[in-house]
């Protein structure tokens, strides 16, 4: 079935420093979705990637969809302590495109 | 995009006993869901909440265990029925647009 594999499982950074994660497959997506999950709260969508090759930023967030379409990765620049949290990638599952499946997750924690 | 209010937001209960969860969305929403979110662990998809009729629950999840309502566009419950330990968890109320958007959870601990 499909699988979503997330690397790392977790990371302890320096503030400051830049962040790369990322989501991988053996199946094709058409969609990537990356969400945060903070301490106590649901999931908020951060970036949807719709094409492949398609690099996206949002703040000092940046997501790139695979051009093989198996594979999407996230890198955070210049991190902060309010980074700290779980991501979690996502995409459609192929019996119910309105139905996502979701990734392991990383957790990050941020030294201060 | 469209906020979503779970109640309760924590709860403990005692083995045998039932819950139930109620989500409201403040604009109408095409689709709902209630995901489970284990300890540590990511989201597992119970059911997706229809309007006026039975929910599609997904392999391992029954109606009997988690029954769930939604009698109109913004608004579902899902109960937690003759709980046990393993049904400690984080329950979540989705919601679908154009994207797809989560409620704070409700967190559950089962003694």
């Known amino acids: 079935g499909q699988q979503l594999n997330q690397s790392p499982q977790s990371m302890f950074i320096q503030e400051g420093e830049d962040v790369s994660m990322n989501c991988t497959s053996s199946s094709i997506f058409n969609t990537w979705l990356w969400y945060k999950q903070d301490p106590g709260e649901g999931p908020v969508l951060l970036i949807a990637l719709y094409k492949a090759g398609e690099l996206t930023s949002n703040g000092r967030l940046t997501a790139q969809f695979g051009i093989t379409r198996k594979d999407s990765f996230l890198n955070i620049s210049a991190s902060i302590p309010s980074d700290v949290g779980i991501y979690f990638c996502a995409g459609p599952r192929m019996d119910s495109s309105y139905k996502l499946i979701f990734g392991s997750g990383t957790r990050l924690l941020v030294r201060p | ?111």
């Open chain 2, 1 to 111: 995009s469209a906020v979503i209010s779970q109640k309760p937001s924590r709860d403990i209960c005692q083995r045998g006993t039932s819950l139930t969860i109620q989500c409201q969305v403040d604009s109408q929403v095409t689709m709902m869901f209630w995901y489970r979110q284990q300890p540590g662990q990511s989201l597992t998809l119970i059911a997706t909440a229809n309007q006026g009729s039975e929910a599609t629950y997904e392999s391992g999840f029954v109606i009997d265990k988690f029954p769930i309502s939604r009698p109109n566009l913004t608004f579902s419950t899902l109960t937690v029925s003759n709980m046990s330990p393993e049904d400690s968890s984080i329950y979540l109320c989705s919601g679908r647009t154009d994207e797809q958007f989560f409620g704070p959870g409700t967190r559950l601990t089962v003694l």
